[in-house]
């Protein structure tokens, strides 16, 4: 595993869905798993919305937002470390 995949919070959150079936069931599916910090995360989450993916940009801190496609529209929702949506 490169040093890179174990700094990552999209690939730690992506490690914990993969581990605890609660978290995985919050997420719709396919998602698509983006660290805030990757210069080409706005590239990434286009592409993958526009393929019918959903989409969680997760910061260091373990907060994320996930943007989901529904009806004709997309959904974004604030979410905390332990991906329980945070009401603004």
Request: hydrophobic share 40%; with cysteine.
């Amino acid at each position: 595993m490169t040093e890179a995949a174990v700094n990552d919070p999209a690939f730690d959150r992506m490690v914990a869905c993969a581990t605890d079936e609660d978290l995985s069931d919050s997420y719709p599916s396919p998602v698509h798993f983006i660290s805030a910090e990757n210069p080409q995360q706005g590239e990434m989450a286009v592409r993958a919305l526009a393929e019918g993916g959903s989409v969680a940009i997760v910061y260091r801190d373990g907060h994320e937002v996930l943007a989901r496609q529904e009806g004709d529209g997309i959904v974004v929702e604030q979410r905390d470390s332990k991906g329980r949506p945070v009401v603004v």
